[in-house]
């Protein structure tokens, strides 16, 4: 695998080897030995998560203020605009964002660490969504930060439309009025 380093120091890109003829491919996709030696990163998995969304669906920015998830994403089918916020107040990239692409095509993975944001855009008629996840999900710690705020100012590539969103993401406070991390 190749790790690349993101403008978000501990956000990273991940780019399996993928092994392909016209029968098909093969990659490994998750390896803790080698993802603990490429990446850095010791923590263990504890839960996997699937989701499916339709085109022009928006998820986030989500994150869980105690019981910090690290997430491990990626799409197997489809298309996303996926992107890392950092929350972390102490942080001198606090309220920064980094987007890029994840497809079935490219086969990346992002690792976001814990103390950021996540969340992402589908941009294909439908995509199905994988993430390890580094503690469990705790629905009374659950937070996010409201998709458009313009303290953050992600770039989200909407096209002229108008996302579809969740009523908890609708009502999401702006950064400022967020709970965050110390």
């Known amino acids: 695998m190749r790790v690349v380093e993101t403008t978000l120091p501990g956000v990273l890109l991940i780019e399996p080897k993928v092994f392909g003829d016209e029968r098909g491919f093969f990659m490994e996709s ?4 080698d993802f603990a030696e490429a990446t850095g990163v010791r923590e263990p998995f504890v839960q996997d998560n699937h989701s499916r969304s339709s085109k022009g669906v928006l998820r ?3 994150y869980q203020i105690r019981q910090a998830q690290g997430k491990l994403v990626r799409v197997v089918a489809g298309e996303v605009f996926d992107v890392a916020v950092d929350l972390r107040r102490s942080s001198p990239h606090f309220g920064k ?3 890029t692409r994840l497809s079935e095509e490219n086969k990346r993975m992002l690792w976001v660490p814990p103390g ?3 969340g992402f855009l589908t941009l294909s008629d439908s995509a199905d969504f994988l993430y390890k996840t580094t503690d469990y999900y705790a629905p009374a710690h659950e937070r ?7 303290a953050i100012a992600v770039d989200w590539p909407l096209g002229g439309v108008p996302p579809s969103l969740s009523a908890k993401d ?3 406070p702006t950064l400022e009025r967020a709970e965050t991390y110390p």
């Open 60 to 62: 986030g920015i989500h």
């Open 30 to 33: 998750f390896n803790a030995r």
């Open 144 to 150: 996010c930060v409201r998709w458009d705020d313009p």
């Open 97 to 99: 964002w980094f987007g």
């Open 116 to 118: 950021f944001g996540h």
């Open 170 to 172: 609708a009502a999401a």
